[in-house]
């Protein structure tokens, strides 16, 4: 742990930028009353109390634009003009009033996510709310730098800007929107703790951080609590019935402390940092993980009052309290607009780089669409909500056949532009297309999305060139769905049919453009329990005249949790077997892993999710598109056309049948066989 400072009664601000810097640092300057309400001058700093000129009259909002602004820093100016910006700008305001924040800033493993897994194309600029501005600047200079210098990243230092002015004398637009999107939610919040005792005048309120979401998922009550000591928890505690245990840290994991103080009957466990140390994020270690508690847990610092009370005898009582704060955390991307940051699951600046590497992947995504192609708009922000989903029939594009490329361009928003009115817990979108009422492939899959938990962000590009014989006709109609019962969402959808290089050496005398031109409906998915392999049979073909290449081609997610944690968190198999000799195997092997998805952030996965969006799953991750699976299989089958070829689908769970006690899990899978020419 990084050491703490002897005062920390300040906010600070982590702001992600690209800036100009000059040099000069002169004391901070205050901006007198007149000059804070009306500025004379349209190039100076400071800030007029009426809007500005790219916030609507109700204040600042995500999407609006972000006006130019200039702060001083201990080497120069940093200045902020739209237009100029070649990365991401985060803001992230810091109060030793937030136990949260405190473990941020105090976590080794926290400051070194920050250093190593910031991006390139980020800045950062800290910015202190307290009149010790200058002193939390050069500290917060030498906690990172030490950190870099550690691990061996010093070039991270050139982003790295501080600022000696205190935010209320910054005279620009930053505080207002700290202010006007001021926050409640975990990462945001004050959450104290209340001690009272009889002869006390005043109760005696202090931080506190409340033990991981997905550890111990039970709140505190709105009760008042006897406060009982119980030493270092290590061992159960008599007489607790109904009270919080007053423990010290040390001597055994938190888990342990927990546990016995629930089977001593605690309402809750409050743990006290030793003097010098500070707050820490609780949690469980690997197999502790799977044993359930029921009782909320926090940790504090020790209070000499209240160590004292109890230490009498003198009965003390607690009781916990959220008192809502300024906005710690929001953002400038790279087009210049403010963002939200999303929510953090627990202290660490991990939140911070993964919100930075999905701004550079849209960075990317955008300069993708701007790629030659026939755009198809097909949902322009239409509510998808209920049995009937959003629903468009449109015109096909002249000249269709010229295409081999079809990609499925697919946003998601919210009701309003803030994370909070978005849809609570992730949902499957499916698409589906018909182009023949009367066909066999009306209504088959297109493409499929795993909403974002509570964040109205999230944008992805999935190719699905393979399934363009399903586009045969002059008009489709495209049905866009989340199970009927989950909140609206917007949908916005454009198909995107380009030319792209597919080719393949076929005789051995050169490349062949190759188109796919037949597609063959393989297997769908189902319950996953014991008679799940037994409704799979195999499935005799013979090869369409003309064919040169052969392509399986599949969608698959795993969903649910059963006592084994299927489908959603355990590893599951998924096999087509030709021919009774080539088995394809595709295996979810980051399944139920702890970070599995935050791997995935750069490709798309939304970040800051609410919820454990963190954990990978079985072929999916919240906020992202599911990627086809697809395997060449053209030299596992006789292309002779002569004889018939086979194909059998079989899934499993660690290598065996699937076999849950209870409450099984479900696949739902699309898989075809594609034949090109």
């Not at 990084?2 to 205050?30: D, Y």
């Not at 079809?406 to 182009?435: I, Y």
Request: charged share 20%; with cysteine.
């Amino acid at each position: 742990m990084a050491p703490l400072r002897s005062k920390f009664s300040m906010f600070w601000m982590l702001v992600v930028l690209t800036a100009h810097v000059t040099a000069g640092i002169g004391k901070p300057k205050l901006i007198g009353d007149e000059e804070a309400c009306v500025s004379s001058n349209n190039n100076d700093n400071t800030l007029s109390l009426r809007a500005t000129k790219s916030f609507g009259v109700g204040g600042p909002e995500p999407g609006d634009i972000a006006d130019a602004f200039t702060v001083r820093t201990l080497d120069g100016e940093f200045r902020y003009k739209p237009g100029v910006l070649r990365g991401p700008l985060i803001i992230h305001a810091f109060t030793n009033k937030s136990g949260f924040l405190e473990c941020l800033w105090s976590s080794e493993s926290s400051l070194s996510s920050l250093v190593q897994d910031l991006p390139d194309s980020t800045q950062v600029l800290f910015l202190s709310l307290d009149d010790s501005a200058v002193t939390d600047a050069l500290w917060m200079r030498d906690q990172l730098h030490r950190v870099a210098v550690q691990s061996g990243k010093k070039e991270v230092l050139s982003r790295l800007h501080f600022s000696p002015v205190p935010v209320f004398a910054l005279g620009n637009w930053i505080p207002m929107v700290l202010y006007y999107w001021g926050c409640v939610s975990r990462n945001c919040v004050l959450a104290q703790v209340a001690f009272t005792s009889e002869g006390w005048h005043m109760p005696i309120i202090i931080k506190r951080l409340d033990a991981r979401y997905d550890w111990l998922s039970t709140r505190w009550g709105q009760a008042s609590y006897q406060l009982i000591d119980s030493g270092d928890g290590c061992d159960p505690s008599p007489s607790l019935a109904g009270a919080v245990a007053w423990v010290s840290e040390g001597n055994c994991s938190y888990f342990t402390k927990v546990e016995n103080m629930a089977k001593s009957n605690a309402s809750g466990v409050l743990v006290y940092a030793l003097p010098g140390n500070p707050i820490q994020d609780m949690n469980c270690v690997d197999d502790e993980c799977n044993t359930t508690l029921s009782i909320p847990a926090a940790m504090v610092h020790l209070e000499p009052s209240v160590a004292q009370a109890l230490e009498s005898g003198q009965p003390v009582y607690v009781s916990f309290q959220n008192t809502p704060s300024p906005y710690f955390f929001f953002s400038i991307d790279q087009q210049g607009l403010l963002a939200e940051m999303g929510w953090f699951l627990y202290p660490s600046f991990s939140f911070v780089a993964w919100q930075a590497q999905w701004f550079d992947f849209y960075t990317d995504l955008q300069n993708k669409l701007q790629n030659p192609a026939k755009v198809v708009t097909v949902f322009d922000k239409v509510q998808m909500h209920g049995e009937k989903g959003a629903v468009a029939t449109v015109d096909m594009p002249a000249g269709l056949s010229d295409f081999n490329v079809l990609e499925l361009d697919a946003a998601l928003s919210c009701p309003s532009k803030r994370d909070g009115s978005c849809a609570h817990w992730d949902h499957t979108v499916q698409l589906f297309v018909c182009c023949d009422p009367l066909g066999p492939y009306c209504n088959t899959e297109l493409g499929r999305w795993i909403t974002a938990f509570r964040r109205g962000t999230g944008r992805w590009l999935t190719d699905v060139s393979p399934l363009l014989p399903l586009l045969d006709a002059n008009k489709c109609t495209f049905t866009m769905k989340t199970p009927p019962w989950a909140m609206p969402w917007f949908t916005s959808l454009n198909l995107r049919f380009s030319i792209g290089n597919q080719t393949v050496n076929v005789t051995g005398d050169g490349d062949e453009e190759l188109r796919s031109f037949r597609v063959m409906s393989l297997y769908s998915g189902g319950t996953f329990d014991k008679n799940y392999n037994k409704r799979y049979q195999p499935i005799k073909f013979s090869m369409p005249a003309s064919t040169k290449k052969v392509e399986l081609f599949a969608v698959i997610t795993a969903h649910g949790y059963d006592d084994n944690h299927c489908g959603e968190f355990c590893v599951t198999s998924h096999h087509f077997l030709l021919n009774n000799v080539f088995n394809n195997t595709l295996i979810f092997d980051s399944a139920g892993t702890p970070l599995g998805c935050t791997t995935r952030v750069k490709e798309g996965a939304v970040p800051n999710e609410h919820g454990t969006w963190l954990y990978g799953r079985a072929g999916w991750c919240d906020g992202l598109q599911v990627n086809p699976w697809r395997v060449d299989v053209t030299k596992q089958l006789d292309m002779s056309g002569s004889e018939s070829n086979t194909v059998l689908y079989f899934g499993l769970f660690e290598g065996k049948d699937p076999n849950p006690a209870k409450d099984p899990g479900y696949i739902i899978m699309s898989s075809f066989l594609v034949f090109y020419k």
